[in-house]
């Protein structure tokens, strides 16, 4: 069975500090893969999707940037942490390829506090 | 602008009644609507989806049902007990990315937190 891991579960940081955030994927080959934020009382938002290695897709601007060295591994980052970008983040991976509605599937998230 | 539009904002039932969650969209691109259950602490887990060709499905306690000319969908819980007790969010998918890649964006409603009393 498919299986994602993200570390780690909790992180506090200063302001004006870098990010990473690491995810990975167990059970399935070349997965779609997603970082999303949750704000408090706001459903979650897409921040970046990878369709493969290398390929990364942004959909809103922000402080933070996304790699994907391997096959099955996401990172999020950031060089200067804000304060705006306390919040939960959460990876995501899709089956690759399916051609109706694909449902994602989350890990237990991130819960970032920028001081 | 909030893509997918959800209600109440929380809800209480009594152990064996029925939960009722309602969501409204209006981007007509969206291809899938799937459910998700978190509880505190943890990520999303998906509880049931449906396409819009469909306009109902049921698994177990779960019904999702679609209407798709009114723009709206509703969860309904049947038999709730507490261990139901969590936020749902519904959501709507639309494909993003390269053709073939099967890659979607979920737009997510704002969450129902759900409170099943004994």
């Known amino acids: 069975s498919q299986t994602i891991h993200q570390w780690p579960a909790t992180l506090v940081q200063p302001v004006g500090s870098p990010l990473s955030l690491e995810c990975t994927v167990e059970?399935?080959?070349?997965?779609?893969l997603y970082w999303y934020r949750q704000a408090a009382g706001r459903g979650l938002q897409l921040l970046f999707y990878?369709?493969?290695?290398?390929?990364i897709s942004s959909e809103v601007p922000q402080n933070l940037s996304a790699s994907r060295p391997q096959d099955r591994q996401f990172i999020l980052s950031s060089k200067k942490l804000l304060l705006s970008d306390s919040g939960f983040y959460l990876c995501?991976?899709?089956?690759?390829?399916?051609?109706?509605?694909?449902?994602?599937?989350f890990g237990n998230g991130t819960r970032l506090t920028v001081t | 602008q909030q893509q997918v539009k959800q209600s109440p904002q929380s809800l209480i039932v009594q152990k064996g009644g029925i939960s009722i969650i309602n969501c409204a969209y209006e981007?007509?691109?969206?291809?899938?609507f799937p459910w998700y259950q978190q509880f505190p602490g943890k990520g999303p887990a998906l509880l049931i989806a449906i396409r819009p060709d469909v306009s109902e499905k049921k698994e177990g306690r779960f019904t999702i049902s679609f209407n798709k000319s009114a723009k709206q969908f509703s969860l309904h819980i049947m038999d709730s007990q507490p261990g139901d007790s969590a936020t749902y969010f519904c959501?709507?998918?639309?494909?993003?990315?390269?053709?073939?890649?099967?890659?979607?964006?979920?737009?997510f409603g704002t969450g129902t937190r759900l409170t099943v009393i004994p």
């Open positions: 995501a991976w899709s089956v690759r390829g399916q051609v109706f509605g694909s449902p994602l599937h």
């Open positions: 990878s369709v493969g290695i290398g390929q």
């Open positions: 981007n007509t691109a969206f291809d899938y």
């Open positions: 059970g399935t080959s070349n997965p779609n």
């Open positions: 959501a709507a998918s639309i494909k993003v990315g390269p053709l073939g890649t099967g890659a979607n964006n979920l737009f």
